[in-house]
């Protein structure tokens, strides 16, 4: 038997305050109905096909679950694909899929939601279908924060500016990033900076190039991690990468997966006179990152 879940409906890139209104009224909703908690997202943006255009998102997709589960409980993460054929899928199927395939019994939606064929449904659609199936239903108003409305784009916006103490009060939480290690050049090992490498993947959207105060999490223990995404112009690097040096680590982390918090902004990427003066900076932000991380 399919368990009963009330679904906060949505793509949810970065879980932001304004998602985290939506999830605890779902939350609410269904403990009144005795029912679970869940989410309705997808693998890729709507507008890669809608409009034939991505936008650099905040999370993979991945990360996001980690976030609604860990940060709101979620007991159900539905990840459906957007294709050609939920594409042309009219609203009204669309729901009743949800009903008949995932034991869906209410819902919970932004004012600005849209889904089904040319987002003919909205919101006011959602209350009607509900009213008439008999089921719980919630629409959740924009949310601001100090006069300013919380977006997904705004928070982006952020990032690539390096303004990540901005993105992060909008976050509600520290924007993360989880990868396996792969192998680098290991030149940091020759300077007393072991650095482990991540590739960022291609679907986000890259933060400034710099350097950024961070807190690494492996295997449930965290550590602080002085972080540089960019492409190492002091060594003639390629490509971006993302080399967290995590502090008071010792081991073995190629081919483990590890997550960073990112939580301040410390200084743009810059190619040094020499590898001394680069190694005597990257010190001076490991003692700022202690000083900012909690761990």
């Given at each position: 038997m399919i368990q009963k879940t009330i679904y906060a409906l949505g793509f949810f890139d970065g879980v932001h305050l304004g998602h985290a209104?939506?999830?605890?009224?779902?939350?609410?909703?269904?403990?009144?109905?005795?029912?679970?908690?869940?989410?309705?997202?997808?693998?890729?943006?709507?507008?890669?096909?809608?409009?034939?255009?991505?936008?650099?998102?905040?999370?993979?997709?991945?990360?996001?679950?980690?976030?609604?589960?860990?940060?709101?409980?979620?007991?159900?993460?539905?990840?459906?694909?957007?294709?050609?054929?939920?594409?042309?899928?009219?609203?009204?199927?669309?729901?009743?899929?949800l009903l008949d395939r995932y034991?869906?019994?209410?819902f919970v939606c932004?004012?600005?939601?849209?889904?089904?064929?040319?987002?003919?449904?909205?919101?006011?659609?959602?209350?009607?279908?509900?009213?008439?199936?008999?089921?719980?239903?919630?629409?959740?108003?924009?949310?601001t924060l100090e006069g300013e409305r919380i977006s997904s784009t705004r928070i982006r916006e952020r990032l690539q500016k390096g303004d990540m103490a901005g993105a992060v009060r909008l976050l509600g939480h520290p924007h993360i990033l989880t990868g396996p290690v792969v192998h680098g050049h290991q030149l940091g090992r020759t300077l007393g900076i072991p650095t482990a490498n991540l590739h960022l993947p291609v679907e986000l959207a890259v933060p400034r190039f710099g350097v950024y105060a961070c807190r690494c999490s492996i295997d449930g223990r965290s550590y602080p991690a002085v972080t540089n995404i960019g492409t190492r112009p002091t060594v003639s690097g390629r490509g971006v990468t993302v080399e967290p040096w995590i502090l008071d680590y010792e081991g073995d982390l190629y081919g483990r997966e590890l997550t960073l918090e990112f939580f301040e902004f410390l200084r743009p990427e810059q190619k040094f006179p020499s590898l001394e003066a680069m190694k005597e900076e990257i010190h001076r932000n490991a003692a700022q990152t202690r000083r900012t991380v909690p761990c």
């Amino acid at each position: 038997m399919i368990q009963k879940t009330i679904y906060a409906l949505g793509f949810f890139d970065g879980v932001h305050l304004g998602h985290a209104a939506l999830l605890r009224t779902c939350l609410s909703l269904a403990r009144e109905n005795g029912c679970d908690a869940g989410v309705v997202t997808f693998a890729a943006h709507p507008d890669t096909l809608v409009l034939g255009s991505t936008p650099g998102l905040i999370n993979t997709a991945a990360d996001r679950e980690r976030l609604l589960r860990r940060l709101f409980a979620m007991d159900t993460v539905v990840t459906l694909p957007f294709d050609e054929h939920m594409k042309h899928m009219p609203w009204q199927d669309f729901l009743r899929m949800l009903l008949d395939r995932y034991g869906a019994a209410g819902f919970v939606c932004g004012e600005d939601f849209r889904f089904g064929f040319l987002g003919r449904g909205d919101a006011g659609s959602l209350g009607a279908f509900c009213r008439e199936m008999g089921l719980p239903w919630a629409v959740v108003p924009e949310q601001t924060l100090e006069g300013e409305r919380i977006s997904s784009t705004r928070i982006r916006e952020r990032l690539q500016k390096g303004d990540m103490a901005g993105a992060v009060r909008l976050l509600g939480h520290p924007h993360i990033l989880t990868g396996p290690v792969v192998h680098g050049h290991q030149l940091g090992r020759t300077l007393g900076i072991p650095t482990a490498n991540l590739h960022l993947p291609v679907e986000l959207a890259v933060p400034r190039f710099g350097v950024y105060a961070c807190r690494c999490s492996i295997d449930g223990r965290s550590y602080p991690a002085v972080t540089n995404i960019g492409t190492r112009p002091t060594v003639s690097g390629r490509g971006v990468t993302v080399e967290p040096w995590i502090l008071d680590y010792e081991g073995d982390l190629y081919g483990r997966e590890l997550t960073l918090e990112f939580f301040e902004f410390l200084r743009p990427e810059q190619k040094f006179p020499s590898l001394e003066a680069m190694k005597e900076e990257i010190h001076r932000n490991a003692a700022q990152t202690r000083r900012t991380v909690p761990c």
